[in-house]
Structure formats: structure tokens, C-alpha cells
């Protein structure tokens, strides 16, 4: 089994910045992709980008392309999602995610087995 517990949300103004970090637990998860997913209220949950811990492959959703940064500590067994630029329609949890995952990362949320309780991200205008 493996736990993910997510720390870093707030409150931001637009435009401001912050960094989320998912760090796992209960076995080392190099073999794992692992990704981040927002959802905001009355929407359906939405893919932000992934990472494979072993390989490095990164992917991104489209809203999000230039102006998120994933990366990762595989010593710390940690994701990290670097937010810059950030909008009012940023706003909402952000979850963490992970799968034993050969190559690459998938992007669909059913593919993922391990979920954290999410943290909440609000952009104010």
C-alpha cells in the first residue's frame, strides 16, 4: 500500500505562485507514476501533470502548460507542482495519485490506485 498526503495549498492572489508538494509513504515508489488532478466545485476532476519516477517522462494538461513545473525527489519519495502565473480558475483541490507504471504516465484518473485526501487551492482575483 502505499499513503500520499499533500501539503502546500492557500490562498493567492492572481498571478502569484505556489508549490505543492505529495509525498508518499509505505513503500518507495520509483517504479510509480505519479500525478497531480484538480477539481473544482460543480467540475469534473481535471488532469494538471505526471511524472514517472523512474524514467522522468513528464506530461502536462494543456491549461496548465507553461506555467506548472512537476518534478520530483525520488530520495524523498516526493512529487512536487511548481504554480506560477496562477488564475482564478486554478482554484481547487489539488490531488496527488499514483500507479505502479512501467513507462511513462497515464493521464486518465481510473488508471490510479493510490489517491491522497487533496489540498485546497483558491486564486482570488
Known amino acids: 500500500q502505499v499513503q500520499l498526503v499533500e501539503s502546500g495549498g492557500g490562498l493567492v492572489q492572481a498571478g502569484g505562485s505556489l508549490r505543492l508538494a505529495c509525498a508518499a509513504s509505505?513503500?518507495?515508489?520509483?517504479?510509480?507514476?505519479m500525478c497531480w488532478f484538480r477539481q473544482a466545485p460543480g467540475k469534473e476532476r481535471e488532469f494538471v501533470a505526471a511524472?514517472?519516477?523512474?524514467?522522468?517522462?513528464?506530461s502536462y494538461g494543456d491549461s496548465v502548460k507553461g506555467r506548472f513545473t512537476i518534478s520530483r525527489d525520488n530520495a524523498k519519495n516526493t512529487v512536487y507542482l511548481q504554480m506560477n502565473s496562477l488564475k482564478p480558475e486554478d482554484t481547487g483541490i489539488y490531488y496527488c495519485?499514483?500507479?505502479?507504471?512501467?513507462?511513462?504516465?497515464?493521464?486518465?484518473?481510473?488508471?490510479?490506485?493510490?489517491w491522497g485526501q487533496g489540498t485546497q487551492v483558491t486564486v482570488s482575483s
Open positions: 495519485a499514483a500507479v505502479q507504471w512501467r513507462l511513462g504516465a497515464p493521464t486518465a484518473g481510473r488508471e490510479y490506485d493510490y
Open positions: 509505505g513503500r518507495t515508489v520509483s517504479g510509480y507514476a
Open positions: 511524472v514517472n519516477m523512474y524514467s522522468g517522462t513528464i
